[in-house]
């Protein structure tokens, strides 16, 4: 799953395309029409396929942000801000594109789900393979609640009190260090790639207890967890699976990844092993984490 730095990938590359732009129509492919019909809900959440084709007609993206895993399309319509809220889900993927042609990977062609169409005569396609992904069209984010229990993004100045605040709470002081921090209440955006790389180079084993571990390495662990994201940010995040920027484009981080994914330990060449932890799979040095 795209974590905040693949996210914010994608955020950076279609601000310049998108801002500004002003959506005729939309298209939308039968296949989510069928699950409509079928009383699922893939991607187009809260809304019928009508109501939300024609909710965004005629909006205009005024600016673009992101939160935690979040892209908010912030639009403006008949002079009411509204929202288009994207989550990528497992292989989610934007292109901006003339035609569907211009998507080279068959994978994605052949998976473009949800159509905008703009006045300019270009178009942004939302392709999903598994469709695991999330787009919903909102007033505010009062609308989907679960937005606003997300914690502050890792940069703000508030973000570190908060994650120490909710160590110290009895409910999470028995959960594993790793499940800890991939908690999106708890730390935005970090999740399985981010949350690994992090605990190895502080070198404390995913399965530790959050209360086996000193309010000074706690310290150290979310200012390892910024660097972490920062390094993956500046490296176009981590290509891993079916993660694209937008377009098809790649990242480089999966290529600086210490600990996720390997066989063998960077440092002490030991085999690595793996735990599920939290539901994922956690792969760790046997030596150096502890």
Same mark, same amino acid.
């Given at each position: #799953?795209?974590?905040?730095?693949?996210?914010?990938?994608? +955020?950076?590359?279609? /601000?310049?395309?998108?801002?500004?732009?002003?959506?005729?129509?939309?298209?939308?492919?039968?296949?989510?029409?069928?699950? @409509?019909?079928?009383?699922?809900?893939?991607?187009? @959440?809260?809304?019928?396929?009508? /109501?939300?084709?024609?909710?965004?007609?005629?909006? !205009?993206?005024?600016? +673009?942000?992101?939160?935690?895993?979040?892209?908010?399309?912030?639009?403006?319509?008949?002079?009411?801000?509204?929202?288009?809220?994207?989550?990528?889900? #497992?292989?989610?993927?934007?292109?901006?594109v003339k035609n569907l042609h211009e998507i080279t990977e068959d994978k994605f062609r052949k998976h473009a789900h949800v159509t905008l169409y703009f006045e300019e005569g270009d178009m942004l396609v939302y392709a999903d393979i598994r $469709?695991?992904?999330?787009?919903?069209?909102?007033?505010?984010?009062?609308?989907?609640?679960?937005?606003?229990?997300?914690?502050?993004?890792?940069?703000?100045?508030?973000?570190?009190?908060?994650?120490?605040?909710?160590?110290?709470?009895? =409910?999470?002081?028995?959960?594993?260090?790793?499940?800890?921090i991939m908690d999106g209440h708890i730390v935005s955006g970090c999740g399985n790639i981010y949350a690994t790389e992090a605990l190895f180079r502080m070198r404390i084993h995913p399965a530790r207890k959050v209360k086996r571990i000193s $309010?000074? $390495?706690?310290? /150290?662990?979310?200012?390892?967890?910024?660097?972490?994201?920062?390094?993956?940010?500046?490296?176009?995040?981590?290509?891993?699976?079916?993660?694209?920027?937008?377009?098809?484009?790649?990242?480089?981080?999966?290529?600086?990844? /210490?600990?996720?994914?390997?066989?063998?330990?960077?440092?002490?060449?030991? @085999?690595? =092993?793996? !735990?599920?932890?939290?539901?994922?799979?956690?792969?760790?040095?046997?030596?150096?984490?502890?």
């Open positions: #799953m795209p974590e905040l730095p693949e996210v914010e990938g994608v +955020l950076r590359a279609l /601000q310049p395309i998108v801002t500004g732009k002003t959506i005729n129509s939309v298209v939308v492919s039968e296949t989510i029409y069928r699950s @409509k019909a079928n009383g699922k809900e893939a991607i187009i @959440k809260g809304l019928d396929v009508e /109501q939300f084709c024609l909710a965004l007609a005629g909006a !205009k993206i005024d600016h +673009l942000e992101r939160r935690s895993k979040y892209i908010y399309f912030h639009l403006l319509k008949n002079g009411y801000p509204y929202m288009l809220v994207s989550h990528l889900g #497992m292989s989610g993927a934007w292109f901006s $469709r695991f992904g999330e787009l919903r069209f909102l007033e505010t984010e009062a609308d989907y609640p679960p937005l606003l229990l997300m914690a502050p993004e890792p940069f703000d100045q508030y973000a570190l009190d908060h994650f120490l605040h909710m160590s110290a709470l009895p =409910k999470y002081e028995n959960k594993a260090i790793k499940e800890f $309010r000074e $390495r706690k310290i /150290q662990l979310f200012q390892e967890i910024v660097i972490v994201l920062l390094d993956s940010i500046e490296n176009g995040g981590s290509t891993i699976s079916d993660y694209r920027t937008i377009n098809g484009g790649a990242g480089n981080m999966q290529n600086r990844l /210490q600990m996720y994914g390997k066989k063998e330990c960077l440092v002490c060449c030991s @085999k690595t =092993k793996q !735990k599920t932890i939290g539901g994922r799979t956690s792969t760790y040095c046997p030596a150096c984490q502890k």
